[in-house]
């Protein structure tokens, strides 16, 4: 179980917002967090991933806490087991799909079975420049899920694709989400994109974590 | 002909732009993800050299150089090295003078990797060293090249500050730019354009090599 509470002062456009959420994710389950821009979404995903330092709070991994600022802990990235999907998927331009996977582990079976379950076994040899907007998405959730991260996250994942590919995709992130069973927490500004990944939905809305309203 | 001057050239262009490699590195980062306030006061100042009279430069390094100036009388104390009129001495006014060429290529390079790569690599595991071997600087391909480039065309042809600093010795500090200007004094024009052509066929090649890059660097980020 991924249990965090957080607060973090951060400024979208010209206003400052605090962030003041909390929220305990159930093991192998997904929460989405519905907001629109501006709202913290990626200020949290960034939080929970270790690339922001929250000004206080918690984030415990069963057990372990990843940072607790009551005893100012801060395990950085390296050392949480996390999987981070960017939103522009951030891929190593000069390096291979198989590449960009073996740079995070080099249990090459592990990467070639990966590569194979996101449907990209064809590509492995191929840079980043030579895919599709949908096969970057699926390289950067191999490559996120490689080191078996207690947890997945990802930033509107499907945002940037075109509808077709966002169902088909969609699915795609759903059944290797199942099939590995790691806990992830999705961000979107995209309701549809929410309810079709996510087993538990919750809205941020300037800063706060609210039960997801149906007039959103 | 003689090659000598050339030699003394290329080996002052390699010396300063191998040490200008190790220590602009840090200040380009410095001044390409720092936010602090002084940042920017002293990334002014170590530009300097691009704008100032090589002479003015030269004037001042040959005082501090000097061996009752603060920096030449501690490396004459310390190591027994002396920097004026000495060929140490131009390898190192060569790196003051050329130190923003290579800021300004490792900079460029540096900004031109998308924050996100870093991040990436963090989340995955690895540490600040690994993710500059393995990812920045293979990213950063044309701005390395940029600054090795422009440091060693900027030293090879230094002329102000190397004949303030250096004089003129043969073998010593007598450096390609320093022979051409004798010749022209001497009114031996025919030898100056020998060593004129020589010095821009060493440095068409670089700036080919150096546009290639760029605009293939620039095709795979489209």
């Not at chain 1, 998927?89 to 249990?107: E, I, K, M, Q, R």
């Not at chain 2, 040490?19 to 920017?40: D, N, T, Y």
């Not at chain 2, 390898?91 to 991040?119: D, H, Q, R, Y």
């Amino acid at each position: 179980m991924i249990h965090f509470y957080l607060q973090k002062r951060f400024v979208a456009g010209q206003r400052e917002f605090h962030l003041d959420v909390e929220y305990a994710v159930t093991k192998g389950s997904v929460l989405g967090i519905l907001g629109p821009s501006g709202s913290g979404k990626t200020t949290l995903l960034r939080c929970l991933a270790g690339l922001e330092r929250p000004d206080g709070g918690f984030i415990r991994q069963d057990e372990s806490f990843w940072y607790d600022g009551s005893r100012s802990l801060f395990v950085p990235p390296q050392k949480r087991q996390v999987g981070l999907v960017f939103q522009d998927y951030a891929l190593f331009p000069h390096l291979t799909v198989l590449g960009n996977l073996l740079y995070a582990s080099n249990d090459r079976r592990r990467a070639l079975e990966l590569l194979d379950l996101v449907h990209l076994a064809d590509h492995a040899h191929h840079f980043p420049r030579e895919l599709s907007g949908g096969q970057k998405q699926r390289t950067a959730l191999a490559r996120a899920l490689i080191r078996k991260p207690e947890l997945l996250l990802l930033d509107e994942p499907l945002s940037a694709l075109d509808e077709e590919l966002r169902d088909s995709l969609g699915e795609e992130i759903h059944r290797v989400q199942a099939q590995t069973g790691v806990t992830t927490v999705l961000v979107s500004h995209s309701r549809k994109e929410i309810e079709l990944l996510s087993t538990e939905v919750m809205e941020l809305r300037e800063g706060r974590l609210d039960p997801v309203r149906h007039d959103f | 002909m003689d090659w000598v001057p050339f030699w003394v050239s290329f080996q002052l262009g390699l010396w300063v732009t191998g040490l200008l490699l190790v220590i602009a590195f840090p200040l380009a980062w410095l001044f390409a993800f720092s936010k602090r306030g002084w940042v920017v006061w002293l990334e002014s100042f170590l530009s300097l050299p691009m704008v100032l009279a090589p002479t003015v430069m030269g004037f001042y390094l040959l005082l501090f150089l000097s061996p009752n100036g603060p920096v030449g009388k501690f490396f004459l104390d310390t190591f027994g090295l002396r920097l004026a009129f000495s060929f140490p001495g131009i390898v190192f006014a060569g790196c003051v003078s050329s130190l923003p060429f290579m800021i300004a290529g490792l900079k460029t390079g540096l900004l031109g990797v998308p924050p996100s790569l870093l991040e990436a690599s963090y989340t995955l595991g690895k540490g600040k060293w690994e993710t500059l071997w393995r990812v920045v600087l293979p990213n950063m391909k044309a701005g390395l090249v940029s600054g090795m480039v422009l440091t060693f065309a900027h030293t090879i042809g230094e002329f102000g500050v190397v004949l303030m600093i250096g004089g003129s010795l043969p073998g010593v500090t007598k450096v390609v730019s320093i022979a051409i200007y004798e010749k022209v004094e001497s009114l031996d024009f025919a030898t100056a354009h020998l060593y004129a052509l020589v010095l821009i066929l060493v440095a068409y090649p670089g700036m080919l090599l150096l546009n290639q890059l760029q605009r293939r660097e620039s095709r795979r980020s489209q």
